[in-house]
């Protein structure tokens, strides 16, 4: 039976984040934020502090992407980082005055992407939907 993408669940995950950040990276710029940073931005700004591998547990990404992530971050002015007082082994991270004043627009602009890519569907079928995918990333989560 031939491939077919349209048919894809994995093919149509893949276009579909990439669409959503393409508009996401084009509503982040002018408030000079790299799309990068975003989801490491909205766990610090839940929670300031985070380590390194906590961010990289949180984000289910390697940690060289990680390092390198938040070496950008820190010469944009977003973060600092700084050894922990109980073990000094470890660094936390801190947002700054500047990154803790774009979260109020960044937040925003996220939330009108996702605004506009479920306006054709119904509120029971966007809440559909969102339930849908996050058992999908358990069930990756778990095959891990």
């Known amino acids: 039976m ?3 993408r349209r048919a894809s669940a994995g093919y149509l995950a893949n276009h579909m984040a990439r669409l959503f950040a393409r508009h996401l990276e084009a509503r982040l710029k002018p408030h000079g934020l790299a799309l990068g940073a975003f989801p ?3 766990h610090l700004w839940e929670q300031d502090g985070l380590t390194q591998r906590d961010l990289v547990e949180r984000l289910g990404i390697e940690q060289p992407t990680m390092a390198a992530t938040l070496t950008r971050m820190e010469r944009d002015g977003l973060i600092t980082r700084h050894r922990d007082e109980g073990d ?3 660094q936390r991270v801190r947002l700054t005055e500047h990154a803790r004043s774009l979260r109020d627009a960044a937040v925003t ?3 009108d992407v996702n605004a ?4 054709m569907l119904t509120p029971d079928e966007k809440q559909q939907f969102i339930a849908l ?4 990333i358990e069930a990756l989560d778990q095959d891990r």
């Open 40 to 42: 490491a931005l909205l």
């Open 116 to 119: 506009v890519a479920t306006r």
């Open 133 to 136: 995918m996050r058992k999908v």
């Open 88 to 90: 000094g082994r470890m």
């Open 2 to 4: 031939p491939f077919d």
């Open 109 to 111: 602009e996220a939330a």
